[in-house]
C-alpha cells in the first residue's frame, strides 16, 4: 500500500530510482520491527506459560488470592483497569514479591521473557 503510493508519486519525477530506495527502506522497517515487538500470540503463550508454572495455584478462579484471578485478564489493553492490573502484575514479578518467597523461583530467563514481552 504504502509502496505503490510511493511509486505512483515518484515514478513521474525523472529521479524514479529514489521511488526503489524509498521502497526498500519501507520493506526493511516493518520487517525489524516486528522484531523488536513479540506479536500478540507469543505474548499470550510467554504470559500463560508462567502464570501455569508460578501464579495460577494461587490466582486461579477457586483461590482468587488477593482478589485475582489470572486467567480473566485479557491482554487486550482496552481499559485503564486491564493497563493497571498488568502494570501491576510486572512490578510484583520484577521485585520478586510475586511468586510469594517461599515458592519456587522463577529462573532469572523465564523471568527476563516475561517482563520483556510485557514491556
Ligand atoms: C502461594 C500463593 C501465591 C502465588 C503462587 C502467587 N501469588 Fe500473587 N498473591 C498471593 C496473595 C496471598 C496475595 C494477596 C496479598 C498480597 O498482596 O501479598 C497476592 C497478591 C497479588 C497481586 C496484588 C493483587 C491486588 O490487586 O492487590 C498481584 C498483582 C499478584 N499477586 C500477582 C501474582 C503473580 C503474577 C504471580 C505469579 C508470578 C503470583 N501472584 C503468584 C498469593 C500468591
Known amino acids: ?13 525523472p529521479y524514479s530510482y529514489l ?8 520493506l526493511f522497517i516493518p520487517g525489524s520491527l516486528l522484531n523488536a ?4 500470540k507469543s505474548v499470550a503463550a510467554i504470559t500463560t ?7 495460577y495455584e494461587c490466582h486461579d478462579e477457586d483461590s482468587n488470592k488477593g ?13 485503564q483497569q486491564q493497563a493497571q492490573q ?3 502484575i510486572f ?3 520484577e521485585s520478586g514479591e510475586m511468586p ?8 532469572k530467563t523465564d523471568k527476563k521473557q516475561l517482563l520483556s514481552a510485557l514491556v
Open 91 to 93: 512490578k510484583k514479578i
Open 37 to 40: 515487538a513479540p506479536d500478540l
Open 19 to 26: 521511488y526503489y530506495a524509498v521502497a526498500g527502506l519501507t
Open 1 to 13: 500500500m504504502l509502496c505503490r503510493l510511493i511509486q505512483s508519486h515518484y515514478m513521474n519525477l
Open 86 to 88: 498488568w502494570a501491576q
Open 100 to 107: 510469594p518467597k517461599k515458592k519456587k523461583r522463577p529462573t
Open 49 to 55: 506459560h508462567f502464570f501455569e508454572n508460578h501464579c
Open 67 to 79: 482478589d485475582l484471578n489470572l486467567y480473566e485478564l485479557s491482554l487486550k489493553l482496552d481499559s
